[in-house]
């Protein structure tokens, strides 16, 4: 679906001026399940996006959304919390949350698609809110500050969808620059834009095309187990307010204190709260086999700590690591799907694919979706 498609639709469909919008998925190179522990994360914006025809209809509150890719459509009153399709939820999200920020949201038209896979861990529901968000800031004059529209995306989430979310994926949808990463102190909110130039590496998508239906459920379960080990350190030293306060050391005085699950939920994000350091230390002298050396090392604490992989994930991780030229490997996201990153040296990328698919199609019989990406910009009006 491009622009020119879109626009196409709208016109179709609504009369009137329009303005175009669009918001990218990320990737994340490493710090996964960090941002709600007050921890850092990687991501970078990608050139996959949502893109958004808009115009607001003075004249009522209804809002008229159609979502192209999907052939669905939505006809609401603003204040409504009955949709027919779980996307609307995260669109009145996004116009609930502007309206607790005291914001007058009118009715609007609109029609939006994008080739940003869904359930694949590219942060497709972050496009989706960070583009809406930013579209109406723009076209309502609301003054919001990026910041605000990445609060306004997370909050909508947490509370119209029931996922409660960290803030890194509306964070890199709407901050992302071409070729950075943003290093995101998820604490302070300080942000570092980091040059990404792999040269000689490739990274490769690899999509297990599991889709994470578990994910919700589970990702909050993640989120209290994380919440539970903190309330039991804190009792002890009343300084520690998230797992980014905890050492190693620190965890162990309480193993006998905690279940064995909390114990190694804690014990996963401690860990890569470190790796992202090391990482980030690792990339300021291009030092990219110690960046995959972390990646394979986060992947193992995913799958054997966090309990957030699948079979299909660890299938082709674990092909990766044997594989000489692929350098780094883990799944990427919250889990229980999507797909893998792997970092390969670029003359041996299209072999490593090959290899990767076959290996993933005598295991499971089919083939991964390779996707290709390059790191870009952040939300943005088209037109
Ligand atoms: C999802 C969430 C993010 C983050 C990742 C895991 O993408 O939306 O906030 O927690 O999972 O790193």
């Known amino acids: ?105 009118p009715g609007f038209d609109s029609v939006f698609g994008g080739n940003v896979p869904l359930g694949s861990g590219m942060s497709s529901s972050a496009a989706l809110e960070s583009v809406f968000g930013f579209a109406l800031n723009e076209l309502l004059g609301l003054n919001l500050n990026r910041f605000q529209l990445a609060k306004v995306g997370q909050m909508a989430e947490h509370h119209y969808v029931g996922v409660r979310c960290g803030i890194m994926d509306q964070f890199a949808s709407l901050f992302g620059e071409e070729d950075k990463l943003v290093k995101l102190d998820c604490r302070s909110l300080e942000y570092e834009m980091i040059p990404f130039h792999p040269d000689k590496y490739s990274i490769v998508l690899l999509d297990t095309k599991v889709s994470h239906s578990l994910a919700s459920s589970e990702y909050n379960k993640r989120r209290a187990s994380c919440e539970k080990g903190v309330s039991i350190i804190a009792a002890k030293y009343n300084q520690v307010k998230s797992l980014r306060d905890v050492s190693i050391d620190m965890l162990e005085e309480f193993i006998d204190e905690m279940s064995i699950e909390t114990y190694k939920r804690c014990l996963y994000v401690i860990g890569e709260i470190d790796r992202l350091q090391k990482a980030c230390e690792a990339l300021n002298i291009n030092d990219f086999s110690t960046v995959g050396r972390l990646m394979y090392e986060t992947h193992d604490g995913l799958q054997l700590l966090y309990e957030v992989s699948c079979k299909e994930l660890d299938v082709l991780v674990q092909f990766a690591k044997g594989y000489n030229g692929a350098i780094g490997s883990r799944m990427m996201g919250g889990g229980f799907g999507g797909c893998t990153i792997s970092l390969v040296e670029a003359v041996k990328k299209q072999y490593f694919i090959k290899q990767s698919s076959l290996k993933f199609k005598s295991e499971f019989g089919y083939l991964p979706v390779v996707h290709e990406v390059k790191i870009a910009d952040g939300a943005k009006r088209i037109l």
């Open 1 to 105: 679906m491009n622009t020119e498609q879109l626009t196409k639709d709208f016109k179709t469909r609504f009369k009137g001026d329009y303005a175009v919008f669009s918001a990218p998925g990320r990737i994340n190179i490493i710090g996964e399940h960090t941002d709600y522990n007050n921890g850092f994360v990687l991501p970078g914006a990608i050139d996959k996006t949502i893109e958004l025809v808009i115009r607001i209809n003075h004249n009522s509150n209804i809002i008229n959304v159609v979502a192209n890719d999907l052939n669905e459509e939505e006809s609401i009153t603003i204040d409504t919390t009955q949709t027919n399709y779980h996307w609307t939820k995260y669109i009145l999200g996004v116009v609930g949350e502007l309206k607790k920020l005291g914001c007058n949201i």
